[in-house]
Each structure stands twice: as C-alpha cells, then as structure tokens.
C-alpha cells in the first residue's frame, strides 16, 4: 500500500506536522431583544411596573400605586389552599408583633399560651400586619421538634381580604375632631341613671371620659348599665371590657352579664404579675387602633386607669425622679397614651375611652394619678359616695359632671333644659337639688318628658 510522501526530518529535529484547521462554529443571528410594551411614565411606582409584572408574574392596573400592586399579586397568585404542607386546621386570634419582626397570633385572651401560633418575619413584612390584627388562618404541618404551629396561609384580617388590608391609613394620619354624634344610653323602662348621663354628662362617638368614685359608690355597677344600653341602642359598635387588677368574681360577673357578637372582655386579674397588666392594656389598645383604621367605632370600658397607673409604676425602668405618693413620672407615659388614643376621625370610625378613677382610697399615689388625668378629659362623670350612703341612686354628683362642647350632641330643648338644671345649682343647696332632680326622672317616662317638665316646674323650692 503506497503511503504518502513527508519531508525527512533533519537529525535532531521532530518531524514536522501540517497544523489542523481550526473547527468552524455555525453562524447563528444574534436574539432579538425582548420589547416591552411602552407603558406611559406616571412617577417612580409606574418606573418599576414592568419589573414588578416581569418578575412576579401578575397583570398591574395602569397607575396602580404600590398598595394596589400588592393586592393585586395577592389576588392573582397567593393560594396555597390544599398544598400538602396544609394541615388543614384553622386559627384565630389577635397578632402580637415582636420586635425582632417576628409574630404570634394570640388565641386566649390576649395573652400567650400554648396554643399561640408563630407568623414569619416575611408575612408581617409582606402583608403590613401590626399589633392588634385579628388574624384567621391555616397552619401548617407540625413537626415534633417545633413548639409552636407556623401560620401557612392568612383567610382574612379584621375580617376583610387582604387585598383590603394593605390600603387602610395609619391610624396616626387620621383626622381627630370633637365628638358630634351621640351614643344615645336612654332605652325603655330604664331606671334614672342611664337617663341622667344622656342628658346631664352626654356620651359622644370619640368621647374621653372619666368616671371618678371613691370606694363602693358604684362605679362597677354603673359600668355595666353603660355597656348594657351601648349594646341594646348601638349594636353595630365594637365594645372592648379591660379590668385590671380586678377580683376574680368581678370578672366572672360581667363575662356573664355582659353579651353581644362584638364585645370582648379582656382581663387581668389582681393575683397576676404587674407585667400581665401592662402587656394586656397594650393590646387592647393596639387592638381598637387597628379596628378604627377600619372605620369602624370602638368602645372602650377601662376599670380602672389607676390600678393601670400601678402597674406600670412596677414594671418602668426607674427613671431617678419620684412624685408624691411614690409615683414615677414615666409610669404615666403609657395610661396617658391608652387615655390619648380616644378620639373621633374625620375620615370615618371613632375610639371612644371610659376610664374609671379611684380617689379618697387613702394612697396618696391614687390622688397624684387622678390630678395628672384630670385635664385630659372631654367629659367628667363624677360619683358621690355620701349619695351611695343615703341609697341614693345614681350616686352622681351633678354639678360637678359634665361633657366639653355638649351642644354639639344634645337638641336645642336638651340644652335649654341643662342649662335650667346648672343654674339651679348655683342658686341653693345641690343636696337638695339633686334629690330634687332625681325625683324628677323617677316620676317621668322618658327625656323627653323630662325636658318639658323641667321647662314648667321650678326646680329650685
């Protein structure tokens, strides 16, 4: 067989080889760039529309603001209903967040227990969840090292999609106004005392109110007539009962007395720790923030902002300044916070705060309490304990109870009847006046009936 001729090599060298030709690679078109669709520019969010569509893979509105977006995704992609990480068990309770960013949905009063639920970092974050939500979800799957389910997907918060959640205000940038719709307590067959406050110390929606009574001149039994009529005159409303620092029995009794699809009554009675009564009252009133962020009105029935002052002047940080009495001036920060949340918004929904305050207890601390709340209030009921001796009830002192701006909230013949009344006080002895009074609405029907005697009968003898 002939083989090919090759060049001899010279002595020394290596033969020398043809070097192969390089391997031709096929010639492809470069891809064409992907083209968006041209979207006109309305402002930083519509910059990152695109992106946001690309990577998440849901169709935005036109001028959809970041609120919307997120609804939007939520909408079009957040099932997870039926997943085998689904265990198919509901929840329900109110979220606490911490803060390291974390969360638990608390399902016994407020408070936590073993049956918490544990809420990623992720899902506060993603969903803007805060203290106070009521929360409505599925858990997921646990495990045996775990201590706490893990919340897997959220049904709703403060009973509305989440859809609707991530657009409601911040409860700050609300618009507070004075109270200038009544929650009416007068309902038929009611003895004078509910008839008293709605015509003498008036109830608005937004009102900050304070009850102040010495030991057993009824104040517990007055609370309770209140949320009674609150309940049968305005059921729509959202009543919220906090005791602290309360008797066991007490709490039993008004769980008991006090019924109604939105009422809650939250407690913390006296032979727990000081920080149950702080961490309690914190949640209620983040709770009734997050509810008026909803346009909703809220009625709160603190008993009492003095044992709450207490509790606080426990557990605070001591800040080097004492008051009389042995009061911490920082102990005063967060009740004056709980009381200051009361107020009526302009946009729609209102937080409306009863508190009660012990005075004459014999603590000097109780008195310097009830002087710093003094001033913050709107309205001032004020019980006599010389009144509840007599068996005189309702033992309100009269002259001294009353509501800022009440012509706002009564009718021109309820004022003109107020007035009469007030000048009556000045002009002879209020024991007298009072009985007087009190025989008055114990002899009449209704207000209405009453305004127009009082218009007739001189009500000074």
Do not use: W
């Amino acid at each position: 067989m002939q083989q090919s001729a090759r060049p001899a090599a010279a002595p020394g060298q290596q033969p020398v080889r043809p070097a192969a030709a390089p391997a031709q690679q096929p010639i492809r078109p470069a891809p064409a760039p992907a083209q968006q669709p041209v979207r006109p520019a309305t402002g930083e969010a519509q910059s990152e529309r695109p992106a946001v569509q690309d990577r998440f893979q849901v169709q935005i509105p036109e001028g959809a603001s970041p609120a919307e977006t997120l609804a939007a995704y939520i909408a079009q992609n957040y099932s997870l209903v039926g997943t085998p990480q689904d265990s198919g068990e509901t929840k329900e309770g109110i979220l606490e967040v911490m803060p390291e960013g974390f969360a638990f949905v608390r399902c016994d009063n407020f408070l936590p227990g073993p049956g918490d639920v544990y809420v990623s970092p992720a899902q506060v974050k993603r969903f803007g969840l805060k203290t106070g939500d009521y929360i409505v979800g599925n858990t997921k799957v646990k495990m045996p090292n775990e201590k706490f389910s893990a919340l897997y997907y959220i049904n709703t918060v403060n009973k509305l999609p989440l859809s609707e959640v991530v657009k409601r205000k911040k409860f700050e940038d609300l618009t507070p106004i004075f109270p200038n719709q009544r929650f009416h307590l007068e309902t038929p067959g009611c003895g004078p005392a509910m008839r008293m406050v709605d015509l003498l110390s008036p109830i608005g929606k937004g009102q900050r109110g304070m009850i102040v009574s010495q030991p057993k001149a009824g104040k517990t039994t007055l609370l309770k007539q209140i949320a009674k009529a609150l309940i049968r005159n305005h059921p729509s409303i959202h009543l919220i009962i906090l005791l602290i620092d309360e008797r066991p029995e007490e709490v039993t009794d008004m769980k008991e007395s006090i019924n109604g699809e939105n009422v809650e009554v939250i407690y913390s009675t006296f032979d727990e720790q000081p920080e149950n009564h702080k961490r309690v009252s914190e949640m209620v009133i983040e709770r009734a923030r997050r509810l008026v962020e909803q346009k909703q009105d809220v009625v709160i029935l603190l008993d009492s902002i003095t044992r709450l002052a207490r509790a606080y002047n426990l557990t605070i940080t001591a800040s080097g300044r004492t008051l009389s009495g042995g009061l911490d001036p920082a102990a005063l920060y967060m009740p004056k916070r709980f009381f200051g949340a009361a107020r009526c918004m302009r946009e729609g929904g209102s937080l409306t705060v009863l508190a009660t305050a012990l005075v004459e207890t014999g603590s000097r601390m109780d008195d310097v309490v009830f002087e710093e709340f003094k001033g913050t209030g709107n309205m001032e009921l004020v019980l006599d304990r010389n009144l509840s001796e007599r068996r005189v009830f309702p033992a309100i002192d009269l002259p001294k109870s009353g509501t800022r701006r009440e012509d706002l909230l009564l009718t021109a013949t309820e004022l003109e009847a107020s007035n009469i009344i007030r000048r009556a006080f000045n002009s002879s002895k209020t024991e007298e006046v009072v009985e007087r009074i009190i025989n008055l609405f114990t002899h009449t029907r209704n207000n209405a009936e009453f305004v127009e005697m009082v218009k007739k009968t001189r009500i000074v003898p």
